[in-house]
């Protein structure tokens, strides 16, 4: 599976963003996704997860009530919706996926991972 995300951009504070994650290969339909970020200095955190229909999700206490994940696996894509941007989003946001129906928190337990996009926030 090879993962491409775009959709990064600068924004002001309280702006939106989405970002996409397409997919390559048949089998998209079967594997987790997640979204993570890393801004500079920082470690890789976990922003957001889903499993293979859609049907659940999961967030970061600190993106909840904010950001949106979703997948169309028709598209062979997941998306992030993002809202209510802040400047502590600034970070290259990267999608990833696992080899099996839900995903995770741990970036540790990804298999495969996109090239990453840069969101930066300003004030």
């Known amino acids: 599976v090879q993962l491409q995300a775009s959709g990064g951009g600068l924004v002001q504070a309280g702006d939106s963003l989405r970002l996409s994650c397409a997919a390559s290969?048949?089998?998209?339909?079967?594997?987790?996704m997640g979204w993570f970020r890393q801004a500079p200095g920082k470690e890789r955190e976990f922003v957001a997860t889903?499993?293979?229909?859609?049907?659940?999700?999961a967030y970061a206490d600190v993106v909840k009530g904010r950001f949106t994940i979703s997948r169309d696996n028709a598209k062979n894509t997941v998306y992030l919706q993002m809202n209510s941007l802040k400047p502590e989003d600034t970070a290259i946001y990267y999608c990833?996926?696992?080899?099996?129906?839900?995903?995770?928190?741990?970036?540790?337990?990804?298999?495969?991972w996109g090239q990453g996009t840069l969101v930066t926030v300003s004030s």
């Open positions: 990833a996926a696992v080899r099996r129906f839900y995903g995770s928190s741990r970036a540790t337990e990804y298999d495969y």
């Open positions: 889903i499993n293979y229909s859609g049907s659940t999700t």
């Open positions: 290969g048949r089998t998209f339909s079967n594997y987790g």
